[in-house]
């Protein structure tokens, strides 16, 4: 197989950040690379309710649930349509539809905007309603044609013709032909859960660091799992879907899955997207024992992801919204670029940072994560955690995880001291990205979420963490024993570690030392009194 | 006598033993960079275009990317080629030291490391040449002096742009060269 050139590979990326670009927005393209062979019983084209034209989504939904009498009900209830989650141990409440991140920061009042990645159609305000089952949008898991797509700014729907994205770009989005996406409905892809979870934060690879566009077909350097011409797992095949619920959260993760055992036909198990769920709790082979004797306080990931965003797109890393709102000098927003082409900066959105094959920080993670709410009281002289990932190394519970450290500034409260929800998106005078005008925009944003505006804001320093599970490494690039136990280390910042290796007991170290040293002592002293005592023998 | 011998003896062995224990030091050197990757890399490129005397860049190669054409990952490594033909020539034109045509194109490594750094590794061109004679440590010297200033930094301007290759090109370790310069 030829080797890809530098060049051959740089005008590939060139051409896939310039998609990007385009697209730097969830719900982008969805290829249909993944297709897999369908062993399905059915074939949609032969049905007459579906061989017709469709103007709408939720047309189609209704022909759809002609037959799938149960399907918009399952979606109903899942987190993809509520964007809801109630934390049981935390009792927070969560779910896009709650949460502040150091993104965009936050849904209310952009929702035309955000839904873009609602699995629904319409949800453009406060008054959706979430009971209504055409609404569900079921080609957006089940297209196979990679045609179909939904942009920002239409509330969850695709164009209905075409037209010019993003605005005043000369690239043309080309509305899809629903009858036929319709008569061509799969099994979920890369390419179509990568639509928006590989685009999520507002563009390519901005928000996870484990999931980018390089994913859709990636190399088996990249994982393992995944590769195209490896195993060529689809993200459905550990995130085992039942009902149309997709095991998996961000919210409330699985830490340490020791006590489950490997996921077996017929045996419930509480979360089959985990590592252990199929290679057990100790997966190393008997030559490689000693590994599984790490199993329990460190995390696959950790040995087993040693970089992530390394297919060749690179993550965000920062995003400072106080340096929004410069205009040239004309009084136009601008971009500028980085050296590698990425955003730097946006006139709507700040300073970026971008950086590829990042090494990970890692933290102790029992599951628990902790959210700074809307309603969270904050201090602002330090640093916000947007969220926070409890664990330690004593409480039985822990493991060590690597993570994604997403930083940035975000508006606050100067008054309440809490963070505040800016209306970005809209048509209308108040939106941020029309007016670059904050009182506006924080305004409206905090009445939409039904919050409080004291009228005095300010930017605050946030950091928010993302848990690096995806693109997992060949086992020949795993960490080395090296690079944990040398000095310096990659878990050097991990409190409550003795490594063996890199750390020293001092008191230990010298009675060992002294011990050392009595013995070559003795073996000297042993030794020359035998050549001292045989001289005298001879003499004798 | 032979406790006088025995000492030159070990004199030798010490010396030798020091001087390859600091030859890699001595011949190469490696620095930390203040930028990332990409940015790293465009300043040097747009330094090597400003310095002058014949410079042009011949290249940009990525030895990872063939690292990962072959199913693994090293973290990211990019290699600056650049050549003057008014240093090269004088050597191509001496029978002598024409084997010394395999240190060019002059190249510049920058790569991360471990440890999340960006790293600038360079050739130390003045010392090396030093053993070649006076042709070769002349014109070596003037491009160690021109290295300087390929490394030399400033980060109140803003960030240029990366200069990529002009065109495509088959080569091994997943670069390419574009044949500028020399």
Known sequence: ????????????????????????????????????????????????????????????????????????????????????????????????????????????????????????????????????????????????????????????????????????????????????????????????????????????????????????????????????????????????????????????????????????????????????????????????????????????????????ARGGVPTKMSWDWSTAGKLDKNGKPFKLKDSGGHDAYDS???????????????????????????ETKLDPSQVIRINHFEGSPDDGKSKIWPIKRFTGKQPYDTVTNTLLIPHTYGKDDSSYWSNFDWDKALTVGMREAGGTFSGKFDFVSTEMSWPITHMVAPKADALTCQQCHGAPGRLDQVPGLYIPGRDANVWLDRIGWSAALLTLLGVIAHGGLRIVMARKGERQ | MLKALAGFVVGIVVIALAGWMMMPHLMFTERVSPFGMEET????????????????????????????????????????EACSTDYSKPILKEDTVRFLSILMPCKISVYKKNDGKVYIGTMNAGLMGKMFGPLVGEVMGKVAADQQKFLAFDPSTPAPPMILPAAPAAGGGGGQGSGGGC
């Open chain 1, 348 to 374: 709507k959105k700040g300073d970026f940072k971008y950086e590829d094959n990042v090494i990970p920080e890692y933290v102790w993670f029992n599951g628990t994560v902790n959210y700074t709410l809307r």
């Open chain 1, 1 to 308: 197989m030829p080797i890809l050139t530098f060049v051959q590979s740089l005008i590939l990326s060139l051409a896939l950040a310039a998609g990007a670009q385009a697209n730097s927005t969830p719900g982008a393209p969805v290829q249909s690379a993944a297709k897999a062979s369908s062993h399905s019983t059915a074939d949609h084209s032969k049905f007459d309710i579906l061989n017709k034209p469709f103007a709408s989504g939720p047309e189609v939904t209704r022909a759809c649930l002609s037959c799938h009498t149960e399907a918009a009900k399952q979606v109903q209830k899942t987190k993809h349509w509520t964007w809801e989650f109630m934390n049981p141990t935390t009792q927070q409440r969560l779910g896009k539809k709650h949460v502040i991140n150091n993104f965009c920061t936050a849904v209310p009042s952009n929702y035309e905007f955000c839904t873009a990645c609602h699995v629904g159609y319409d949800w453009k305000d406060n008054n959706f309603d979430f009971t209504a089952q055409e609404k569900v949008d079921c080609l957006v898991c089940h297209d196979t044609t990679g045609t179909y797509r939904k942009l920002p700014g239409l509330a969850g729907h695709p164009p209905y013709k075409d037209v010019e994205f993003p605005p005043q770009s000369g690239r043309i989005v080309k509305a899809p032909d629903l009858g036929d996406v319709a008569r061509k409905v799969g099994k979920s892809s890369r390419a179509n859960c990568g639509a928006c979870h590989f685009f999520g934060g507002g563009g390519d690879a901005v928000k996870h660091g484990d999931l980018d566009s390089s994913m859709r077909n990636p190399g088996k350097y990249l994982d393992v799992h995944m590769a195209k011409d490896g195993l060529n797992f689809t993200c459905g095949t550990c995130h085992a879907t039942a009902g149309h619920d997709v095991p998996g959260s961000r919210y409330a993760p699985t830490a340490s899955d020791d006590d489950q055992g490997v996921h077996m036909r017929g045996k419930k198990h509480a979360n089959p997207a985990t590592c252990q769920a199929c290679h057990g709790p100790r997966p190393h082979t008997a030559k490689h024992a000693k590994l599984n004797d790490h199993t329990d306080k460190i995390a696959c990931q950790t040995c087993h992801i040693p970089e992530y």
């Open chain 2, 41 to 80: 890399v465009a300043r040097i490129q747009h330094n090597i275009q400003n310095t002058g005397n014949g410079w042009e860049l011949s290249g940009l190669r990525n030895p990872a990317k063939a690292v990962q054409s072959d199913g693994g990952n090293v973290l990211p490594v990019l290699m600056i």
